[in-house]
């Protein structure tokens, strides 16, 4: 189904490897890209479960928007395990315009399609998506 805003529709793929990173924690990463020909968003890249914060911040293009969702591992201060799913609106500053405005008219039907999403974080640069970043949002 499009979405009404923007005209993308979501590639049931994106829900699939969500489910699986949520439930079965199959995969650290997803990349989504929106694909403008197709009008939809689909699936760019997964990273396996081993992988890190640095795999899933070297997959962003320094001039291309993305969508990402990351399955952060970390531990409280009272050193209990947690996990939480990240959503990142990835936007270079260096990116085009449309790009920036397709990404952005998406991003919450999109959002709304991954049911599970946690913490919301919006990035224009890797400085924005550092490990401390997560580490404070997580807690």
Same mark, same amino acid.
């Given at each position: 189904?499009?979405?009404?805003? $923007?005209? /993308?529709? @979501?590639?049931? +793929?994106?829900?699939?490897?969500? /489910?699986e !990173? ?6 650290? #990463? ?6 403008? =020909? &197709?009008? =939809?968003?689909? @699936? ?9 914060h %640095?795999? !899933? ?6 001039? %291309?928007?993305r969508y990402?969702? #990351? +399955? *952060?591992? #970390?531990l409280?201060?009272? +050193? ?5 799913? #990240? *959503?990142?609106a ?10 920036? /405005?397709?990404?952005a $008219?998406?991003?919450?039907? *999109?959002?709304?399609?991954?049911d599970?999403? &946690?913490? %919301? ?6 400085? %924005? /998506? ?10």
């Amino acid at each position: 189904m499009a979405n009404a805003a $923007s005209g /993308m529709a @979501v590639h049931d +793929d994106c829900k699939l490897r969500f /489910m699986e !990173l949520k439930t079965k924690r199959t995969y650290r #990463f997803i990349v989504y890209k929106i694909e403008e =020909q &197709q009008k =939809q968003v689909v @699936v760019e890249k997964i990273g396996e479960p081993a992988e890190t914060h %640095e795999a !899933l911040a070297a997959c962003l293009p320094s001039d %291309e928007c993305r969508y990402a969702v #990351f +399955d *952060f591992d #970390f531990l409280t201060a009272e +050193d209990v395990p947690k996990s939480r799913i #990240f *959503f990142v609106a990835w936007s270079p500053d260096t990116a085009k315009v449309r790009s920036k /405005m397709i990404y952005a $008219s998406s991003k919450d039907r *999109f959002k709304r399609e991954l049911d599970g999403i &946690q913490i %919301e974080l919006q990035a224009t640069d890797p400085t %924005e /998506m550092d490990l401390d970043v997560f580490k404070s949002r997580a807690t």
